[in-house]
């Protein structure tokens, strides 16, 4: 019987805590700074071999634009998913994933044990994320060839990566 009352505070306890966490966040929504239609903000950025780029860079082709943490089992899906997309040979447009709160060594030796072959730039300091979101990863975003957002995804559901990649298609 005291395991049984134990355990329903135990749960009860982890409810409330998770409800004060979850009440405390923006909505999805709210936490967006730019949303499908308007002009993806500008940034420069440096890739993990050192390149220096900026969102002008790709201008003329679409461009999927990902926002990610190392630690986020939803954003490891979607690179997994994109990941299987190009090994399948299948048509992608370019891409540049942002790993949020990250410095270079830990996207590297992610990008490593993952097997991603995508361009991959760190942002520990949230510079190029603050741009576009203030909470929740992973983010797509979708630049048509003019720089506007296209379709943009927050989080992530298995159906995000093939609708993305059909859009992208569209536009290429």
């Known amino acids: 019987m005291k ?26 929504e709210e936490s967006s700074k730019v949303y499908e239609g308007d002009m993806a903000p500008k940034f420069s950025t440096t890739l993990l071999d ?28 979607l690179l997994d998913d994109l990941h299987s997309a190009i090994e399948r040979g299948e048509s992608v447009p370019a891409i540049l994933a942002i790993g949020r709160d990250s410095d270079a060594a830990l996207i590297e030796q992610y990008r490593a044990d993952n097997g ?13 994320y603050g741009l576009y ?16 957002i ?9 159906w995000y990566m093939p609708e993305l990649l059909k ?3 569209a536009i290429m």
């Open 3 to 28: 395991r049984v009352f134990r355990y329903i505070v135990s749960v009860a306890v982890a409810m409330a805590a998770t409800a004060c966490v979850s009440e405390n966040l923006p909505s999805k």
């Open 50 to 77: 050192g390149t220096e780029v900026s969102l002008d860079d790709y201008r003329g082709a679409p461009l999927l634009l990902i926002m990610f943490d190392c630690g986020c089992p939803d954003c490891k899906m």
């Open 116 to 128: 991603y072959t995508i361009a991959m730039a760190p942002d520990p300091d949230r510079t190029v």
């Open 133 to 148: 979101a203030s909470t929740y990863v992973p983010r797509a975003y979708l630049v048509d060839r003019t720089g506007r």
């Open 150 to 158: 296209a379709m943009m995804t927050i989080e992530y559901a298995e």
């Open 167 to 169: 859009r992208a298609r």
